[in-house]
């Protein structure tokens, strides 16, 4: 697990050949993705610099990995991912098997584990939850937690997301709460309470917040808190009043502002850039979605717009 901010060594490393450390950062709302791998070397042990309250959730490809997390020595292994509060991570060692070290992580920013802890918890910091360091990939929460690496890692390092702030604080977003409800803590036994109705006038304030602020990267953490209500009251008033999810709601208006931009016979971007620049990053489900919403594929409004404009 490396950060982009640097890492602190605490031991020069002793290799039995040529010693070559390479890490890939790449960077999108809320969150960022690191791939790293170690030729020869061993026992090398270092922590990282200023992480303020990042979460960090890594995948070990290749040889061996050693954490020291609140005075507790964690070994990890290919079979499991870590789940790490960077703050109580207080060193890490690595040592390349056979020539080699490899591993990816996915860290979520401080904004995105902050708000999703407040609208989730209220005042719970991370350290209060004492999340469990290590999930077996057997598991379904094991199996969560490798495909949303995987799915976030392909996103940042072939642009989408970058070119996606919407798609990536939502997918950020997504990926917090997912390890709220999947990786045993502390408090996870809150979230089996079933949550008081939120009033139908919350609801209805949540809705004119989305639409007004469409043009923004919005989270439901963004919207429950606008509404003064918290994320898991807001998702239940949804699928009470609007049978769907803030997400899903969102995306449906999201929808209409893509067809209202495609159908101006003035529009010269191509549809998958307008459907980028409003969150959406795989085509193939955006022009699905868009043609069980309006009748036809994008590509058909973008035609009868020019149509009518000559």
Known sequence: MLQPHGINAHSVPKPDGPFRWQADVAVGAGMDVVRAELSAGWDWRYSYGSSGGELAISLLNAGKADML??????????????????PMLQEQSVEAVDGRYSSVTLTLHTDVVTKALSATFGSAA???????PKIDLSTSAGQILLQLVRASAAGL???????????????????????????????????????PDAPPRH????????????????????????????????????????????????RRIRLEAIHDELSRPENLLP????????????????????????GLYPSETVRRARGFCG
């Open 69 to 86: 997390i609140a005075g507790k020595s964690v070994q990890r292994t290919s079979s499991e991912v870590a789940v790490v509060s960077l």
């Open 271 to 294: 549809v998958s850039e307008v459907a980028l620049k409003w969150g959406f990053t795989h085509m193939g489900r955006f022009a699905a979605s868009y043609r069980s919403a309006f």
């Open 157 to 195: 390092y072939d642009g989408i997301l970058a070119r996606s702030p919407k798609a990536s604080a939502l997918l950020s977003e997504a990926a917090m709460q997912l390890i709220l409800e999947n990786v045993p803590h502390r408090l996870i036994d809150r979230l089996s309470r079933h949550p």
């Open 126 to 132: 991370l350290d209060d939850l004492d999340l469990t």
């Open 203 to 250: 609801i209805r304030r949540a809705v004119e917040y989305m639409r007004a602020n469409l043009h923004l990267p919005l989270t439901v953490a963004d919207i429950a808190g606008n509404v003064g209500i918290s994320s898991r009251l807001l998702q239940s008033g949804f699928r009470r009043i609007h049978g769907t999810t803030p997400v899903a709601y969102l």
